[in-house]
Structures are given as C-alpha cells and as structure tokens.
C-alpha cells in the first residue's frame, strides 16, 4: 500500500518501489551483455567483411564507410562453414539477448530519470554516453530483429544503419564498461563474500514487499532467453530442427520435399526471372576475361569436366541449411577458358534477374580457385529448381548467401 505522500515523480528516489533493483542485480545482468555484445560485435564486423565489400562497388551497401573498413581482410574460404558458425551465433545470440537487455535496462531505470540532467561536466559527458548507449542497444537490437524476423521495414538500406550503428553504439558501450567495471568487480566480490548490499541509488529508499526473489528475476530473464534461443536456433539446420524455430518465420516459398527440398530466399517468380529466358535453347553464359569473351550453352558446359562439393547456404539473416550437393564447373576452370591458367583473378558473377540488390556480386580470387567453388547446374543429383538458380548458380565455401548468385548470366574475370 502506498501512502499519500508517496512520491509521483519518476525523478524522486522513493518513486520505483522494486526491492529487487540494486547494484547487485544490475552488476550481474551487466555482465551477461558485457560477453554477449562483444561476441555480437565481432561476428557483426565478421560479417561485413565477409561480404567482400572493398571488392567492387556492387558488394558495398555502405560506400562511405571510410576508416570504419580499416579491418576488412581476405575472407577465407576454410573452415567452409565458416559464416554458418559465425552469423547464426550473431542472429541467435542477438534474439537470445533480448529479454536480458530489457531486464537491465529495468534495472537501472531510476538512472534515466535522474534530475539535475547534470551535476558536473564529468556527469553530463557520462548522460550523453548513456543516451549513445542506450539509444544505440534498442537500434541495434530493432533493425537486427526486423531484418531477420520481416521483410525490411526500415526507411533506408539495413546494412548501413547496422554498421554505423554498430560503431556509434560499441563505442558508448566500451566508455561504459570502463566506468562500470569496479562497481561491477566490488559487487562481485561483495556477493561472495556473502557481505550485505552496498548502498546505492538504485536500491528503493521505499521498497514495496518482494514478490519474486532476485534469484527468481533471474531465473525468469534466463528462461526468457531460453524461450527465444529454443525457438529460434533451428534455423541453422534443416529437417526436424528446422520445425522447432517456431519464432523464425521467415516467409518465404515452402520448399517441399525431394534434392531440391531446401530453404529457397527469393523466388524466381519474385525476381522475375522466366522459364523463356532459362530454357536450354535460350540460355547463353557469358564468360569475358583476358582472352576475351566466350559464350556457353548448357550442352557446352555439361562438356566441361563436372565437379562436387558439399557445402550448404547461409544468410545473412541467420538461417543456414546443411551440406547439400552441389555439382557443375570450376569457377577456376571458367576462368582458365578466357585466359587466365594458373592463379585465376577476382571475378563479377551477373545474373539474369533485372532489378533487386543481390542480382550480382564480386567474388575474390581465393574464393575463385578453391577447387570447391563451383557454377553449380545439379544440387543432391537433380538438375537444379527454377527457385534454387536453374539453369546456374555459383556456389561458394564459407560465404554469406548472398554471394552465392542464382540464375548467373554472366561472369566477367579481372574485372578491376
Ligand atoms: N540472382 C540472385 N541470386 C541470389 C539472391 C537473389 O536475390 N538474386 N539471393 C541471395 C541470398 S541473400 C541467399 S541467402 C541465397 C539463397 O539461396 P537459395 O534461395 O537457393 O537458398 O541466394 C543468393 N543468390
Ligand atoms: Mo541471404
């Protein structure tokens, strides 16, 4: 019950009554997200690098990206499941965070409301890198599940705003880390050692009577989590698993059943490509490098020495697909056609599809001369489905999806 000079504003001390908020409470939530968010940063900057944007203008969604790109390196093409790994933990680990971030921001809660907005120059420099980080965390957090969970809703192309994003909020988050880590090392120690709470201005001066102990707060937040990881983490898998990611809708075309029974992104109805242009009589492939340019039917290509790997599909937007069984031509025998024996170049994959961002991308030369990338034109020993790229698509080790071009018209060596 509250009495009738309880306080009304939420920038009094006695206005959150929660007896659960204390150092204590927060010290420990803080340093779930202290781990998490620094693995969501590096396979976020993993990520990006991993999409060859310094590669060719049509890779970049984020051209002035400036000294923000200082890292990007050469992504390998071993382990092949390399980006499964590294983006599903980025997906999952973000939703799994989810109910913590909200939980710790409830925790210090009375913080926001805090008056004067700032008692010394110190104390507002410390405000305005809470309003980066908190402001940052609830951006990162909405455009990362909006991506994943609908089609993109965002005024603005996702990649971009998650990158700076990224940037202006791990900045914030790495000076609050800073400030916080001894309050956070004090408490630790404090609960250890079995001492009682230190005072704080987030322990209630009027508490109300607890209705879950902090220990159950926790194991609630943690169940939260738990709910979330259970629910979605089976999008990094096909089959059965693939049926428990009930939280992971992803819309998308049913891939029914058979070789072809796989998890399709666009369609080719939705990129608009016809069976009249994809049919043997019409489908040319357009092969340029030094030597010139050479044009391939299906027969032409079928005469090539035909190769297989097994490698599976994974999308930026987390969800990846087991080992399927690619079969088709070296990207580096293509490449050896028109010229280039030996140490093959980079190259520029073009599809069919007229409109659409991901209707072409550059490829690097290590990822040309792995012997397991292919033009693939069978998946599973069937002739590739209109959805999955017929009559060719490339297929990559250890890349994201989206470099991985359906329906590939053109290949255009050295192209720099
Ligand atoms: N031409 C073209 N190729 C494309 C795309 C596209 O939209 N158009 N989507 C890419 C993306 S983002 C992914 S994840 C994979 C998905 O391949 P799948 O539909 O065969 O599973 O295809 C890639 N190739
Ligand atoms: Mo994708």
Redesign the pocket.
Same mark, same amino acid.
């Given at each position: 019950m509250r009495d009738n000079d309880a306080p009304r504003l939420p920038s009094s001390p006695g206005f959150w009554r929660s007896p659960l908020r204390g150092p204590r409470f927060t010290s420990v939530l803080g340093l779930v997200l202290l781990v998490g968010i620094t693995v969501l940063f590096v396979t976020g900057l993993l990520s990006y690098a991993a999409y060859n944007p310094d590669l060719s203008p049509v890779n970049d969604m984020t051209p002035g990206k400036g000294i923000l790109g200082f890292y990007l390196f050469a992504w390998p093409t071993d382990p092949y499941w390399l980006y499964r790994l590294t983006q599903g933990v980025h997906v999952t680990l973000g939703l799994t965070l989810v109910p913590v971030l909200l939980a710790k921001l409830w925790s210090v809660v009375p913080r926001l409301f805090a008056l004067p907005p700032a008692r010394s120059f110190a104390h507002a420099l410390e405000r305005i890198s809470l309003l980066l980080l908190v402001g940052g965390a609830l951006f990162q957090f909405v455009t990362g599940v909006l991506n994943v969970q609908l089609d993109y809703v965002f005024p603005g192309s996702f990649y971009p705003l998650h990158f700076y994003g990224a940037w202006v909020f791990f900045a914030a988050f790495v000076a609050h880390v800073a400030l916080k880590a001894p309050i956070v090392v004090r408490n630790v120690r404090r609960m250890r050692a079995g001492a009682a709470e230190e005072k704080s201005d987030l322990v209630s001066p009027r508490p109300d009577p607890p209705t879950v102990s902090r220990r159950g707060a926790l194991w609630l937040v943690g169940g939260g989590s738990l709910l979330l990881f259970g629910t979605n983490a089976g999008r990094s898998f096909d089959g059965p698993l693939r049926a428990t990611a009930v939280l992971s809708p992803h819309g998308g075309a049913e891939p029914g059943g058979g070789p072809n029974g796989?998890? !399709? =992104? #666009?369609t080719a109805a939705y990129?608009g490509v016809d069976a009249a242009e994809t049919a043997d009589e019409a489908w040319r492939l357009v092969v340029t490098g030094r030597s010139g340019t050479v044009r391939l039917g299906r027969a032409d290509l079928l005469r090539l020495p035909l190769h297989s790997a097994a490698l599976p !599909?994974a999308? &930026?937007e987390g969800w990846s @697909?087991s080992d399927q069984w690619w079969r088709g031509v070296r990207l580096r025998d293509l490449a050896a056609l028109v010229g280039h024996e030996g140490e093959p170049p980079d190259v520029l994959v073009e599809?069919l599809?007229r409109r $659409?961002a991901?209707?072409h991308a550059a490829l690097r030369a290590n990822q040309v001369a792995d012997p397991r990338s292919l033009l693939a034109l069978y998946v599973n020993g069937e002739v590739l489905s209109p959805?999955? $790229?017929h009559p060719a698509r490339v297929i990559v080790p250890a890349v994201p $999806? &989206?470099l =991985? @071009? #359906?329906?590939v018209a053109r290949m255009t060596f050295g192209d720099r």
């Open positions: 796989f998890q !399709i =992104n #666009k990129a !599909i999308c &930026v @697909t599809s599809q $659409g991901f209707r959805d999955h $790229g $999806g &989206v =991985n @071009t #359906k329906w």
